[in-house]
């Protein structure tokens, strides 16, 4: 049978995709590969989010198509947000392209391989508000973690994102499927569930009526086998106090929340259609602190928002400054067309940027502050590797979440990925704790 080569893009959703792709080529007798260099097709799954999304999802088309020119490659398949976002004009500028696959029909992927590999070139675009279909994964991780994709799409309709008209209206799970599908992982030896979708925190609202985020993982927590489960993305105003008393109280939640605010002044996010203001955020942080010991807060910041001007930057520096988040990425605003914030006055792309700058330079500080603050600390880690130019192994503590954060350097007679192992941190260096294991054993 022909062999498939798989290129994922952006997040950590839309590697849930690609997962499922290749589960159902595989099912068709297709054998699939990570390295797409002689494959008989390969198939990218694009992002389309961002400019620096759009132009790595670009690229790696280009990267293809060069391939294909040299007989390196056989067929072109484009799946996923860019593709959704520019069918018109993949089709026209991307003659080498042999097959786009919108957000909504990811499952129909093993056709449309078919299809292309017969010399076809099928464009294939589904409801993107269609219900979810249930459909198992090989999965792309390493095999001691993995994704759990709760719901699709987003309702949120925040004026500077696209996303609601890619991947659609918001669509939990069941959560019995979600149950099942967590069970099974932990039988195949993930110890770490990451919990994702575009919002978390609104999890069941539509299925059910109600929340159910917090009932969903006191569940989750249940099952044999997980040591650790992690939750993404939580929007700030669904965070309600059952969820914080369940995150509190499960000891395998580890406490390290993702929650984007974007920005804390109340005029922006009232111009971002966000929900809350910064009172409201002030006393949301305030009251995670007070809840959970040892708190690691990752956020998202978006520099030079239509309405932004230096004190209104100012408000947000000093935001982040009194709270001291943990983790905090800082991007320079960025007008997507066909959102509302487009259409707005906003400072230029020069001004946004040097902003963002200024943004990820503080945050670089309040980083070294805190990881110096751990040093002299045990950490729980989970080793993930080897790396021979450091002679020292690496891996994860709670507060680092996989390819977002940083890791922890440690010294070992042996250590095995996905073994975990009590860690002294001795120092903080370039922006890396390092440690070495207090017992030569996993714990």
Not at 4 to 9: D, E, F, N, P, V
Not at 63 to 88: D, F, H, N, P
Not at 359 to 386: F, H, P, W
Request: charged fraction near 25%; charge should be negative; hydrophobic fraction near 40%.
């Amino acid at each position: 049978m022909p062999t498939i080569g798989m290129i994922s893009l952006g997040c950590a959703k839309n590697q849930v995709n690609a997962e499922q792709m290749m589960y159902l080529l595989q099912q068709a007798g297709f054998t699939v590969t990570a390295e797409p260099d002689g494959a008989d097709a390969v198939v990218i799954n694009t992002c389309g989010f961002i400019d620096s999304a759009k132009s790595e999802a670009i690229s790696n088309i280009l990267e293809m198509a060069a391939l294909k020119q040299s007989g390196r490659v056989g067929k072109i398949i484009v799946t996923g947000c860019l593709s959704e976002r520019y069918r018109e004009q993949i089709r026209l500028e991307m003659p080498e392209v042999d097959a786009v696959l919108g957000c909504g029909s990811y499952f129909e992927i093993v056709p449309a391989v078919q299809q292309a590999l017969s010399g076809e070139t099928p464009e294939v675009f589904g409801d993107i508000d269609a219900p979810i279909a249930e459909v198992d994964r090989v999965l792309s991780t390493p095999g001691y973690y993995a994704y759990l994709k709760i719901a699709e799409g987003c309702d949120n309709r925040c004026s500077y994102c696209v996303i609601p008209s890619l991947r659609g209206r918001y669509r939990s799970r069941s959560m019995e499927n979600l149950l099942d599908e967590a069970a099974r992982l932990a039988r195949d030896g993930v110890q770490e569930l990451i919990v994702v979708a575009q919002d978390t925190s609104r999890y069941g609202i539509d299925r059910y009526g109600e929340k159910k985020l917090p009932e969903l993982l006191r569940k989750l927590c249940r099952i044999e086998g997980f040591r650790w489960i992690r939750i993404h993305y939580l929007y700030p105003d669904e965070i309600t106090d059952e969820l914080i008393d369940v995150i509190a109280s499960e000891e395998k939640i580890v406490k390290y929340l993702d929650i984007p605010i974007q920005h804390c002044n109340d005029e922006i996010l009232k111009k971002m259609n966000r929900r809350g203001n910064k009172a409201f955020l002030d006393a949301l942080f305030l009251k995670l602190r007070a809840r959970m010991e040892g708190l690691v807060l990752r956020t998202s910041l978006i520099a030079g928002l239509p309405g932004e001007g230096e004190a209104e930057f100012e408000e947000l520096c000093a935001f982040l400054r009194k709270h001291k988040l943990e983790r905090a990425g800082a991007f320079a605003f960025c007008p997507e067309e066909g959102t509302p914030a487009a259409q707005m006055d906003y400072p230029d792309s020069d001004v946004a940027n040097r902003r963002a700058e200024v943004l990820t330079e503080l945050q670089s500080r309040i980083m070294d502050a805190y990881n110096d603050s751990c040093v002299g600390k045990t950490r729980l880690v989970l080793c993930e590797g080897y790396d021979p130019t450091v002679s020292a192994y690496y891996g994860r503590s709670y507060a680092e979440s996989p390819d977002i954060d940083g890791r922890i350097v440690f010294s070992a007679k042996s250590a095995m990925p996905g073994t975990f192992y009590s860690v002294n941190i001795v120092s903080a260096v370039d922006g890396e704790l390092v440690g070495c294991v207090v017992e030569e054993q996993q714990v």
